[in-house]
Every structure is written in C-alpha cells, then in structure tokens.
C-alpha cells in the first residue's frame, strides 16, 4: 500500500540551530512529493514540492528539501531555524501521472527553544 | 471567494444527530479533497472529487459517511448518526488541474466537530 512516513512526531531545536525533518514514502513508483507546514489556529501552506528533475527543492521562508530515490526519502531542512517555524509540519504524496489523492504522514511537530 | 471557505467553523453535536460539512472551493479549481485530522493523527484522506469523474470515496470510515459535490463546486460532507470517535477537524482542499497536474492543493481553515 502507498504510505508516507515521518518517523519524527516531535523535534525541539534551538532558534538559529539547523533542522531536518525526515519522511520517506512507499510507492510503487517514484511520487510527486509535497511539503506542508500548519501553524496554530491555521490552515495548511504549501512549503515545497517535488515533481522531477533538480533533487534539491527550494521553498518558501527558506526551506528547502532533498529527494533521494535509494532512499525514498524527502527530507526537509532549515540551515537556521526562527522562532516562528514552529509549526506541525506534513510530509505528502501523490502517484505521478495526476488524478490520483494525496496521502500524508503523521505529522512532526516542531518546537523552538529561544 | 479568495480562498476555499468551509462552514460551520466549530460545531458541536450530541452523539446520534447527522451533521452536514460545508466547502466552498476557489473559483475554477476542479478537484477538491476531504480530510479528517484528529488530535495526535495525521491528515486522513476521506474523499475526492475530480471534474465530472466518479469520486475516490476509498477512505470514508464507513456508511455513516457521504459526501457529494453540486454542479462542480460546493460539497457537503455529511455524517449520519455521529458517534464520539467523529470527533475532530474535517479540512477541506481545492485544487486546479490545468494541462499539467500541479497537486498543490488550497485548504480550508477547517471544522471542528465534537461530539458529545
């Protein structure tokens, strides 16, 4: 079955520290992949996404995210991590093609320590 | 509207009574999804409606659970004798799937459903 997994459900970081935040997927064959950040009392925001080409992805508020196939992994990471990322962050895919749903892990919550 | 819109944004039942879930997407997108996020859960697929195809209904939890789209646009999500475990966020997202499929898909800001 299709699935999506972010090994992480919780990750303290100091402000200005790095951040990585894992998640891997299990397809049949290599997903489009999404990352999506919902802060408190808010809705879902597309961070970055993953179609083909380039395996290092730039997004917004200076994310970015790296695809490897040998390890189905799409992490996400931070070079310094602000006091305002702090935020449940979801890793999600979708079978290539188009017109097929989209599936998302668990969630990482994120905490930042000032 | 700007963004999609979903009503009510809180809404409280008591156990037994059918709710109806609303969700206005953005104008022109074709594809809208209905998830369910629950405390501590990830966001769990319901449903998805794409165009004037038949909807992916795979991830409804069970018969108690419909939903269905008017004219291409507005749906409602309807719940029938709820149960304490229906207890949570229901998120609604729209999507606009031109010549490529983009898969970014817009959320609402979501309902909450208790059940007491």
């Known amino acids: 079955a299709q699935s999506v997994t972010q090994p992480d459900i919780h990750i303290t970081v100091s402000e200005g520290a790095s951040l990585e935040l894992r998640c891997n997927y299990s397809y049949g064959a290599t997903p489009y992949l999404f990352w999506y950040v919902q802060s408190p009392g808010q809705g879902l925001q597309l961070l970055l996404k993953y179609f083909s080409g380039d395996t290092l992805v730039q997004g917004i508020k200076g994310f970015e995210a790296e695809f490897k196939r040998s390890q189905s992994s799409f992490n996400l990471r931070k070079p310094s991590v602000h006091w305002s990322d702090a935020a449940e962050y979801f890793c999600a895919a979708q079978g290539a093609g188009g017109g097929n749903k989209l599936t998302f892990g668990t969630g990482t919550q994120l905490k930042v320590e000032l | 509207g700007a963004g999609v819109s979903q009503s009510p944004s809180n809404k409280v039942t008591e156990k037994g009574k059918d709710v109806e879930l609303r969700c206005d997407p953005i104008s022109g997108h074709t594809a809208l999804y209905w998830y369910r996020q629950s405390l501590g859960q990830g966001l769990e697929f319901l449903i998805y409606f794409q165009g004037n195809s038949a909807p992916d209904k795979s991830g409804l939890p069970s018969d108690r659970f419909s939903a269905e789209r008017t004219g291409g646009s507005v749906s409602t999500l309807t719940i029938q004798r709820t149960q304490q475990e229906d207890s949570a966020v229901y998120l609604c997202?729209?999507?606009?799937?031109?010549?490529?499929?983009?898969?970014?898909?817009?959320f609402g800001e979501g309902s909450r459903l208790t059940v007491l």
């Open positions: 997202a729209s999507s606009f799937r031109g010549g490529s499929d983009t898969g970014e898909l817009f």
